[in-house]
């Protein structure tokens, strides 16, 4: 018997690694951080929400540039009417201990993460559907698993690594597991949103 699967809709996470020699622990830790919740356990965030902008940071934003014109275009497939520009970049500093709630990021269209300082057990990037997501099999019930495929799983896990850059969309829920290592996992967020010309379905917008 001859059998296909079509896997299709698919969620693209882009990882690639990039070289952040030129980033000072140093400036990172002068920044001003806050908590970014009330509730126990949350970590810290810079209040400076353009990091990126920094002229200490310019190598990093333009090698992330780099790859998430290589994610639009070259892997994606977009064209070049329109452009990914980061709209947000922040830094993120999680103590032992610390973790994240599960969320979204809205106001952008692409979220990502960068790690500039991490050790086994800081703390996965965990990412999982929606209930109501229609690529689920099933919302209604939910039968045992035998065996996990990227059929059936609901989450899916990346660990952080010294200069690895995930990037995806940012309607994925994902959440930062607790860090059970002894020092504090330091990395950059970012968002990107789009501009310039959108044509399909007949419509005709122009974003500056």
Not at 90 to 115: D, M, Q
Request: include cysteine; aromatic fraction near 10%; hydrophobic fraction near 35%.
């Amino acid at each position: 018997m001859t059998v296909s699967v079509h896997n299709i809709f698919v969620t693209p996470i882009y990882d690639a690694l990039v070289d952040i020699k030129n980033v000072s622990l140093e400036d990172i830790n002068s920044n001003e951080f806050h908590l970014t919740s009330p509730r126990p356990n949350a970590m810290h965030i810079s209040s400076d929400q353009q990091i990126l902008n920094n002229p200490e940071f310019s190598s990093i934003l333009e090698s992330i540039d780099g790859h998430m014109f290589n994610f639009y275009h070259n892997i994606l497939g977009y064209s070049k009417n329109s452009q990914p520009y980061m709209s947000a970049s922040w830094i993120i500093k999680s103590n032992p201990g610390e973790e994240s709630n599960s969320h979204t990021h809205a106001n952008a269209i692409f979220s990502g993460v960068l790690y500039l300082q991490t050790e086994d057990n800081c703390g996965d990037i965990t990412f999982d559907l929606n209930w109501n997501d229609d690529r689920r099999i099933t919302n209604v019930f939910e039968p045992d698993i035998s065996e996990m495929n990227g059929f059936n799983n609901r989450v899916y896990s990346i660990s952080p690594a010294t200069g690895r850059l995930i990037i995806f969309p940012s309607t994925l829920k994902h959440k930062v597991e607790i860090n059970r290592s002894n020092i504090p996992r330091i990395s950059i967020a970012f968002n990107y949103f789009l501009r310039g010309n959108f044509n399909v379905g007949g419509g005709n917008l122009k974003v500056n």
